[in-house]
């Protein structure tokens, strides 16, 4: 299977789940008919509407913080850090080692 096919499985099914609970929750103890845009100005979308685009956010949000944490566990989150290891790039590790 393919790698990037792997980590988007991994990535977007957890994050679907918790979106399903998190609209579960949230819409357990909010009204959708009584949500208001800015100014106190009635959204106008129909109930299925608001839970369609609430659901897609939590997604969003959610495979978000789930590929966040792919990324930081697979370590390429450390490359910058490599960059500097040279002292001929980094000029304060070269001040430091002689």
């Known amino acids: ?6 980590r988007a499985g991994v990535v977007l ?8 609970v998190l609209t579960m ?9 009584a949500l208001h845009g800015p100014g106190g100005v009635p959204l106008g979308l129909s109930r299925t509407a608001i839970y369609s685009l609430s659901f897609i956010a939590f997604w969003a949000v959610a495979a978000a913080a789930a590929a966040m944490s792919l990324w930081l566990a697979s370590g390429e989150a450390e490359a910058p850090s490599r960059i500097y290891s040279d002292p001929d790039l980094d000029p304060d590790l070269s001040r430091r080692s002689r």
């Open 13 to 20: 099914w957890p994050a679907f789940l918790a979106a399903g």
């Open 1 to 6: 299977m393919n790698v990037w096919l792997r």
């Open 25 to 33: 929750l949230v819409f357990a103890l909010v009204d959708p008919e």
